[in-house]
């Protein structure tokens, strides 16, 4: 599985366009074959994190040329964004538990 997690922070008075952009690229990088998930938080100091999963970097790569994204991406540097920092990571380990489990060895 490839995490991706891009963090930033918006310019002074860009929220209200970049709302209706983040809110397409929310629902159009679930068309993606491979995409598993995705959440966004922001942050009590202004920054903005959002974690998404691919199953593969093939389906990231399908995620990174698809051309709304592309545009998007430039939108966001020349209007939206005064900083951002975007990572990219391989899971190399997953453990999952819930309480409806009660199996300590799953820890």
């Known amino acids: ?3 991706t997690v891009f963090r930033s922070r918006l310019n ?25 998930s995705h959440k966004g938080f922001v942050a009590e100091d202004g920054e903005r994190v959002t974690i998404v999963e691919f199953e593969s970097e093939e389906a ?5 040329i698809h051309p709304d ?3 998007a991406k430039r939108r966001g540097i ?3 964004f005064s900083d951002y920092k975007f990572q990219i990571c391989n899971v190399i380990r ?8 009660r199996d300590p060895a799953s820890v």
Request: net charge neutral.
């Open 1 to 3: 599985m490839i995490v």
């Open 12 to 36: 002074p008075g860009a929220q209200e366009e970049y709302g209706p952009m983040a809110k397409h690229m929310s629902e159009l990088v679930q068309s993606i074959a491979g995409y598993i």
């Open 60 to 64: 990231l790569r399908e995620w990174r």
């Open 69 to 71: 994204h592309a545009k």
């Open 78 to 80: 020349e209007s939206f």
């Open 94 to 101: 997953e453990r999952n538990w819930t309480a409806r489990s």
